[in-house]
């Protein structure tokens, strides 16, 4: 009976180290012995999304350098690999995916359909393969619909009637929230299309602002799932396939859900992008408000304690209540907590600016001069000791431009850039009660309930609260939400109960704080419609629903 022993290689390849992620492959291919073919992400020996940078020629010559050099791997007894890689025809450069065995390069498929909406933006630098032809491999024929190539019919079933054994599936598919039902669904399409069973590996690890959440899994053509792997981590996986069993019964690990998959996100997310940029270690501001005290807990599980450093920064307005509560989510962290104080700065910039500000009353200039200060304290931390300043900012705040240009926007990556405040407030009540599975920080409470509980304020002038200028969350993130991820008309959310007035100030807060967003850190992708590499919206721009 024709079968494959197949050794699923859950990656988290590195952008742009082709050493690195070669010699993971073959680590891999070493433990994997017993299998006959070792299969591994798309795009797994550069790392995915690419973009710009095959469009090196240096890079693609090196590619295919480090693939020759897997090939003649090969020759020893092992698997066979199956690797994603750029690929150079008298067509262009294609996003390929080769399959090396008995120390020679066997065949290279390419992918058909190039995604180019969201976060993609493959047409830029790939040209289309054609529809792709089974490859063979040991006695049977292997069927490669790279990605995007599986989220449609035409490969799928070109490959099956060409006479396809099994799918297998390389992916580079980033993490959203709802994303991973949407992947089963599709497969599932695909195998009852086909009546082929469908492998499905994918990479995990953070990329800039994308998070890749693995869930690799195996299907069987009846649409049952035999085999699924966990998410985030990387992991090497034996799975049993035969052409009239289908995927032997493997370890099904259940999805992440929740605030639980969001948190990860963000973990891994932080971890990678400060990991892969050399930093030390991450500085931020810690007030004793919520995105503070939530990013602190973040970067303490990505990063352990011991390279998270926190700053109090407190100004004539800071209440005991915040020193209090930013000492109480240090001490429960286990982390380094420093206090500056703003005043002899603000006492300064008051006395240089009184001439020009003479005969105004204080506003928000003032307000801003204090985030500001705050940010070139912490960046002169940043520039002394290498750590990287963490920004603390959510997408509530971002959306509508309360959220101040090189003051508390200011910092290398944003864990919270694309969660809604009240996404914020669910997060830590989670993490207050549960610490994941990927965390290196402590067990238990990581913030005062009182952080939680009391109104959010910027603490920037007198008895100040966010509420005074905004709606409460629970209003002004669903109008966000309609406005920002549907695309919805002024008109259509005001239809689901808000007030028309608050809707039209709402959208116009969003269009013009857009300049202020082009200037913002990268931060992890969460839902849909991030701010950067999903909503692009020009600056200029005189276009209102309202």
């Not at 913002?520 to 419609?529: L, M, Q, S, T």
Request: proline fraction near 8%; charged fraction near 25%; glycine fraction near 10%.
């Amino acid at each position: 009976m024709p079968g494959l022993a197949i050794a699923a290689f859950q990656m988290n390849p590195a952008m742009g180290d082709l050493a690195g992620n070669a010699a993971a492959i073959r680590a891999a291919r070493a433990k994997a012995a017993g299998c006959d073919l070792l299969v591994t992400p798309e795009l797994s020996l550069i790392g995915y999304p690419p973009e710009d940078l095959v469009l090196k020629p240096a890079l693609v010559e090196a590619a295919e350098a480090e693939l020759a050099a897997l090939a003649a791997a090969t020759a020893t007894p092992g698997p066979g690999l199956l690797v994603g890689t750029t690929h150079r025809t008298p067509q262009g450069l294609h996003n390929g995916y080769a399959l090396l065995d008995e120390g020679r390069v066997i065949a290279i498929s390419t992918k058909h359909d190039l995604p180019n909406y969201g976060v993609f933006d493959e047409k830029r630098v790939f040209e289309p393969g054609r529809l792709p032809e089974p490859v063979p491999f040991r006695g049977l024929k292997l069927g490669l619909p790279i990605c995007e190539d599986m989220w449609t019919a035409p490969v799928s079933r070109h490959l099956a009637r060409m006479g396809a054994d099994l799918l297998i599936v390389p992916n580079g598919s980033p993490y959203e929230i709802g994303k991973e039902e949407r992947r089963l669904a599709l497969a599932r399409a695909r195998v009852r299309e086909t009546g082929l069973a469908l492998l499905y590996v994918n990479r995990t690890g953070g990329q800039d602002e994308l998070v890749f959440d693995g869930g690799s899994f195996a299907l069987n053509p009846d649409g049952a799932v035999m085999a699924r792997m966990p998410d985030w981590d990387e992991a090497l996986v034996p799975l049993r396939w035969s052409r009239e069993a289908g995927f032997a019964p493997g370890e099904i690990h259940l999805p992440d859900r929740g605030a639980e998959e969001i948190y990860h996100a963000m973990l891994v997310g932080l971890r990678d992008y400060v990991e892969r940029n050399r930093f030390p270690g991450v500085v931020l501001g810690l007030s004793g408000g919520i995105d503070s005290a939530l990013s602190a807990a973040i970067a303490v599980d990505a990063l352990g304690p011991a390279r998270v450093w926190c700053v109090m920064l407190p100004s004539r307005f800071t209440s005991a209540t915040s020193l209090e509560d930013a000492q109480g989510c240090a001490r429960l962290l286990g982390i380094r907590l420093d206090t500056i104080t703003i005043e002899p700065g603000m006492t300064a910039l008051e006395a240089m600016l009184a001439p020009h500000f003479a005969g105004h009353p204080p506003d928000l200039a003032e307000e801003n001069l204090q985030s500001r200060l705050r940010m070139v304290t912490l960046m002169a931390l940043s520039n002394r000791f290498g750590h990287m300043l963490l920004t603390t900012g959510n997408k509530s705040e971002l959306s509508v431009g309360y959220a101040t240009l090189y003051g508390d926007m200011a910092g290398g990556y944003s864990v919270l850039k694309d969660a809604y405040k009240t996404t914020v407030f669910a997060l830590a009540r989670w993490r207050n009660g549960m610490r994941p599975r990927l965390g290196l920080g402590p067990e238990g409470p990581v913030m005062p309930e009182r952080v939680i509980l009391k109104p959010p304020t910027a603490e920037l002038r007198a008895n100040q609260r966010d509420d005074d200028s905004l709606p409460p969350y629970d209003v002004l993130d669903p109008i966000l939400e309609g406005l920002v991820e549907e695309e919805l008309s002024a008109a259509d959310v005001a239809a689901r109960g808000f007030d028309p007035e608050t809707v039209a100030r709402i959208e116009r807060l969003l269009y013009v704080a857009e300049y202020k967003r082009r200037q913002a850190p990268p931060g992890v992708k969460i839902g849909p419609r991030n701010f950067g590499r999903d909503r692009r919206y020009p600056v200029t721009n005189a276009f209102r629903t309202s």
